[in-house]
């Protein structure tokens, strides 16, 4: 008989440690340690090898023909499509979207005839018809199934024989028969184990839903990361309605992708203009605005980025970001105060990037720099100008990649200037290039002083 014995994992990056501490020793988070019980291995695992060593040039290559499921946005995240026999994980925050992208996944791909079983731990099949009547995806080889139970979920499977299993979401799903408490970071590993085990089998793909809470109560995907052949991360805003599919781990192919959806009453739908749908709203001649051009995987982004600065009645000012990178934006004030005279200690600064857009690339400094300039000058940006590139603690600018595919798009949306930093390479195109050494340069040339 095996013994049992207790451990402690972390629900952030999942490492095991005999001992309970307050901040896990391998990734730093506080309070993401969970107690679980473990079967004790009785002798270590052989090493199975399917045979002799054999050359590369020598291995049979079986080529991996992806299905396309028919949601363009995912089918281009997935390049091309689902592979069979492949397994990903899905993650994001609750209520971004996740049952929604995947039931429409399941519809079309039971319309084009592929049998796709839907597992609904988290809902009753009542309540995923309502949806799939909503988003019209009432096919006739989408099978629903609320069960939590494993060997229940694999006796389906197994009757269905399904081109598709989708589950929702794994950390609902449980083993009876496992050692391990209901819910617990080994419970949650050990089911999407036997599942992955399943789809490489049957040669079916499998799609699972994991849920990641900022506060740790359930096991996140990390510690499924490396279980699957593809992590994809659906983010976004609950209160916009746009939503960014990323790729953060593909086996079959780049994680350079990247999806745009847009949360509409019917479902999902795909949002071929992204840089039209977050300059919608713009005011032009407001202070404290300038449009920055961004790559996000592979689509170049338009992204208005906002600054306001008033008077702070607080010790410590105040400094908001929203969308924005907090550090990023402290080097970028220390970097105005110092290197081009603009001192706004005493001030509350408040920043964002509009339309709930992430904006992580430091080619958007000068942008933001430049809408901090523009709000305490009280001076606007003029409205056919976009800003590029990345700032140095000297103040100098330095150049951002694919600089040609930002300002096309920026020249499609009808922008007619850009400041660039000095060496940036000839864009071509008919955007009228404003080159310039420095942050102070920038600001000077534009008059927000
Ligand atoms: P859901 O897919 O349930 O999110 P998750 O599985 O990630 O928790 O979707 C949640 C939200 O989406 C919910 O608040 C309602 C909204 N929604 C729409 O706006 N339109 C729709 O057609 C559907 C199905 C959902
Ligand atoms: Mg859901």
């Given at each position: 008989?095996?013994?049992t014995?207790?451990?402690?994992?972390c629900?952030?990056?999942?490492?095991?440690?005999?001992?309970?501490?307050?901040?896990?020793?391998?990734?730093?988070?506080?309070?993401?340690?969970?107690?679980?019980?473990?079967?004790?291995?009785?002798?270590?695992?052989?090493?199975?090898?399917?045979?002799?060593?054999?050359?590369?040039?020598?291995?049979?290559?079986?080529?991996?023909?992806?299905?396309?499921?028919?949601?363009?946005?995912?089918?281009?995240?997935?390049?091309?499509?689902?592979?069979?026999?492949?397994?990903?994980?899905?993650?994001?925050?609750?209520?971004?979207?996740?049952?929604?992208?995947?039931?429409?996944?399941?519809?079309?791909?039971?319309?084009?005839?592929?049998?796709?079983?839907?597992?609904?731990?988290?809902?009753?099949?009542?309540?995923?018809?309502?949806?799939?009547?909503?988003?019209g995806?009432?096919?006739?080889?989408?099978?629903?199934?609320?069960?939590?139970?494993?060997?229940?979920i694999?006796?389906?499977?197994?009757?269905?024989?399904?081109?598709?299993?989708?589950?929702?979401?794994?950390?609902?799903?449980?083993?009876?028969?496992?050692?391990?408490?209901?819910?617990?970071?080994?419970?949650?590993?050990?089911?999407?184990?036997?599942l992955?085990?399943?789809?490489?089998?049957?040669?079916?793909?499998?799609?699972?839903?994991?849920h990641?809470t900022?506060?740790?109560?359930?096991?996140?995907?990390?510690?499924?990361?490396?279980?699957?052949d593809?992590?994809?991360?659906?983010?976004?805003?609950?209160?916009?309605?746009?939503?960014?599919?990323?790729?953060?781990?593909?086996?079959?192919?780049?994680?350079?992708?990247?999806?745009?959806?847009?949360?509409?009453g019917?479902?999902?739908?795909?949002?071929?203009?992204?840089?039209?749908?977050?300059l919608a709203?713009?005011?032009?001649?407001?202070t404290?605005?300038?449009?920055?051009?961004?790559?996000?995987?592979?689509?170049?982004?338009?992204?208005?980025?906002?600054?306001?600065?008033?008077?702070?009645?607080?010790?410590?000012?105040?400094?908001?970001?929203?969308?924005?990178?907090?550090?990023?934006?402290?080097?970028?004030?220390?970097?105005?105060?110092?290197?081009?005279?603009?001192r706004?200690?005493?001030?509350?600064?408040?920043?964002?990037?509009?339309?709930g857009?992430?904006?992580a690339?430091?080619?958007?400094?000068l942008?933001?720099?430049?809408?901090?300039?523009?709000?305490?000058?009280?001076?606007?940006?003029?409205?056919?100008?976009?800003?590029?590139?990345?700032?140095?603690?000297?103040?100098?600018?330095?150049?951002?990649?694919?600089?040609?595919?930002?300002?096309?798009?920026?020249?499609?949306?009808?922008?007619?200037?850009?400041?660039?930093?000095?060496?940036?390479?000839?864009?071509?195109?008919?955007?009228?290039?404003?080159?310039?050494?420095?942050?102070?340069?920038?600001?000077?040339?534009?008059?927000?002083?």
């Amino acid at each position: 008989m095996p013994s049992t014995r207790s451990a402690y994992r972390c629900l952030n990056c999942g490492v095991e440690v005999p001992t309970w501490v307050g901040r896990c020793p391998a990734c730093s988070e506080w309070n993401t340690l969970v107690e679980e019980l473990t079967q004790r291995r009785q002798r270590p695992r052989s090493l199975r090898t399917a045979g002799p060593p054999v050359p590369v040039s020598e291995v049979t290559s079986c080529a991996l023909e992806p299905v396309p499921t028919g949601v363009a946005e995912l089918d281009r995240v997935m390049q091309g499509g689902l592979i069979p026999g492949s397994a990903t994980v899905i993650g994001g925050e609750p209520g971004i979207g996740k049952s929604t992208l995947l039931l429409q996944a399941a519809g079309s791909m039971a319309d084009q005839n592929r049998r796709v079983l839907f597992v609904c731990a988290e809902e009753s099949v009542q309540q995923v018809r309502l949806r799939a009547e909503r988003l019209g995806t009432l096919a006739a080889e989408l099978f629903l199934l609320s069960e939590t139970s494993l060997p229940e979920i694999l006796a389906a499977v197994g009757q269905l024989t399904p081109a598709m299993l989708v589950i929702d979401s794994i950390q609902t799903v449980h083993d009876p028969d496992s050692g391990s408490a209901a819910g617990s970071v080994t419970q949650v590993r050990d089911c999407a184990q036997r599942l992955v085990q399943q789809a490489k089998e049957s040669g079916m793909v499998c799609m699972i839903v994991g849920h990641v809470t900022k506060d740790g109560a359930l096991a996140g995907p990390r510690v499924l990361e490396h279980l699957v052949d593809t992590v994809l991360s659906f983010e976004g805003e609950r209160h916009h309605a746009l939503r960014l599919l990323r790729v953060i781990k593909h086996r079959f192919g780049s994680t350079q992708e990247l999806g745009l959806f847009e949360m509409t009453g019917s479902g999902l739908a795909a949002v071929p203009d992204a840089s039209g749908l977050f300059l919608a709203d713009r005011r032009e001649k407001t202070t404290g605005s300038v449009v920055v051009p961004t790559v996000q995987g592979h689509r170049p982004m338009l992204i208005e980025l906002q600054a306001l600065v008033t008077d702070s009645k607080l010790a410590t000012p105040r400094r908001s970001v929203h969308g924005l990178d907090g550090g990023r934006l402290a080097l970028i004030l220390a970097v105005l105060a110092e290197r081009a005279g603009i001192r706004i200690r005493d001030k509350d600064v408040y920043s964002l990037a509009v339309g709930g857009v992430k904006v992580a690339e430091p080619g958007a400094d000068l942008a933001l720099a430049l809408a901090v300039a523009s709000a305490a000058a009280g001076r606007a940006v003029p409205p056919d100008v976009v800003a590029c590139g990345e700032i140095g603690l000297g103040g100098e600018l330095r150049q951002v990649g694919q600089i040609e595919r930002r300002l096309t798009e920026a020249g499609r949306l009808g922008f007619c200037r850009a400041v660039l930093p000095r060496r940036a390479p000839d864009p071509g195109g008919s955007i009228e290039v404003l080159r310039v050494p420095s942050l102070a340069g920038a600001i000077e040339m534009l008059g927000l002083r």
